[in-house]
Structures are given as C-alpha cells and as structure tokens.
C-alpha cells in the first residue's frame, strides 16, 4: 500500500509550512491504492445513506467523524508510515491522531465548509498541530478541493461567527466575520493518493461540488503528545508514533478488523462523547 519514496519534508517543503503554512502536494498512496480506499468508503456511505440524506452537512458528522476509532482499514491509513514521516516532519517523533474526518462531495452536492480557522476552537495548547488531508478521488476546482489563504496562520486568530448554515459541513457553520482576500487563495488540487498538510491556524475552506464526479477526501488532525487539550474531561487520542510521556489524553486502542462491533461503536461513541463535551458548550443553539 506504499511506494518506496520517502515522504519527509524536505527543507524548503518546511520553509514553505513555516512561512506560508501548508505544503502539498505529498504522494502517500499510489492511485489504484486511493481508488481501492475510496471504494471502501463508498460502501460505508452507502450503509449509513439512510441516515445522512436526512441530515444538514454538519450532522453528517455523526458518520463521518473518527471513523479511525471504528474500522481497521481507516486506522491503516492515519498510521501509515507514508503518512507519518511527512506529519514527523513538522511535529516531531511522538505523534497522537486527535481526531478524523471524511469530507465527501457527491456530485452536484451543495456541501460547502466556510472560511474558518481551527485553531479558534479546537483548544489545543501549544499549536502544535497539523492537519493532513488525504485524497482518495481528484479534489479539483471543480468538485470543490480545498483551498487556504498563504500565511494566515501569523499573527492574531480572526473572528468567527456561528452560523448553522444548513449546507455547511462545520459543526457550527463557524465563519470568519471579516472579509478573507479571496484573490490571495491557493487551490489545494490533489489526485488520488496525494495529502496535503496545513497548520492549525490557517484560513482555510471549500467550495460546493459543481462538477460531475464525487470529491473524496480524509482529514486526519495529528498533534504531538505534549499539547493539552481545553476542556472538562480528558479527550481521546491515539498512538501512533514514539511514545506518550505526558499523559494528557486518554490513549484508546485501534479497532482490531473491519467488523464493527457492538464494542467498536461503544468506543467511538466515547470519543464523540467526550470531543463535543470540551468543544460544543451546552446550551449552544443547534440551527
């Protein structure tokens, strides 16, 4: 499931992260092993179908979210080598996967993700924290592949707004509230198999799927083992690289097969449970 090229950044792939905050594009499947993944997201899709179409975006989130936790052959990709050696690049060698996400684009879907920086309410301290979006379609123009404002991550977090936005696939419909210099943009195009990195406190979104064919992607937010996390109760993570010498989340065991059990989905639900405890106050209003 790898090519034998290293994946580790080299040093102007690291100016690029550090001065502009984000590089791509990064090879870490072959196409045909994309391709293969894809297809075996179409079918989780399509097995959870019923439940999504009666959703907004942001509810997708009850599938789509740390789908890691549930299937062997989503834990295969997060701790990938491939993956890994470029995330070490910029982390360093004791790496947690925090969270994941799928963000599908079915043909002509009106999804969309608004300008917005994680970084405002993620609540992870130090920063030290990057996103990899990892390809397993063609993310063009087109189908609605991401795209991040160069440099966004320096200086002062902008202000956002909740606006529950009924096709906007962020939990809260968060938006940026001033204007983002939409010409300054950079399209994140990615064939299969290709990822991106980008840091946590970039502006960053996508648009809708215009185009034909679906826009597949997965964003896995790995940070290192020393960040704390905001919140009232210890939040998940998994290990998978070096070790954890601070014990700030508590460290979960990948799915064992691709069989989901009713201890698979009692495990995800804790890690649902306990993110939206720390990052969705109670009594926020819900669209």
Not at 33 to 56: G, M, V
Request: hydrophobic share 35%; glycine share 6%.
């Amino acid at each position: 499931m790898v090519s034998s090229c290293s994946t580790r950044l080299r040093g102007e792939q690291k100016a690029q992260y550090r001065d502009q905050g984000f590089c791509f594009p990064i090879r870490v499947f072959d196409e045909s092993e994309a391709l293969e993944l894809c297809t075996r997201f179409h079918a989780y899709f399509s097995a959870n179908w019923d439940q999504i179409k009666t959703l907004p975006a942001r509810g997708h989130n009850s599938v789509l979210l740390e789908t890691h936790t549930l299937l062997n052959w989503v834990h295969r990709i997060v701790s990938h080598p491939q993956v890994l050696d470029a995330v070490e690049s910029i982390l360093g060698p004791n790496l947690l996967v925090w969270s994941s996400a799928w963000f599908p684009k079915m043909p002509g879907d009106k999804k969309y993700i608004s300008w917005h920086q994680d970084a405002t309410y993620w609540g992870l301290h130090p920063p030290n924290a990057t996103t990899a979006w990892i390809a397993m379609s063609e993310s063009n123009l087109e189908n609605g592949c991401m795209r991040v404002v160069p440099g966004t991550h320096h200086g002062p977090l902008l202000p956002q707004v909740e606006t529950y936005a009924w096709n906007n696939a962020l939990s809260r419909g968060q938006e940026i509230a001033v204007d983002v210099d939409e010409s300054k943009a950079v399209d994140m195009v990615l064939s299969p198999g290709e990822m991106s990195l980008h840091h946590i406190g970039m502006v960053h979104g996508s648009k809708a799927n215009a185009s034909d064919q679906p826009r597949i992607g997965l964003a896995v937010r790995y940070i290192s083992t020393e960040v704390v996390q905001d919140g009232a109760v210890q939040q998940c993570a998994v290990l998978v690289r070096g070790k954890d010498a601070f014990g700030h989340f508590h460290i979960i065991e990948p799915p064992g097969d691709d069989r989901i059990s009713s201890e698979d989905e009692a495990r995800r639900s804790e890690v649902l449970r306990r993110m939206r405890s720390n990052l969705a106050p109670e009594g926020a209003p819900k669209g």
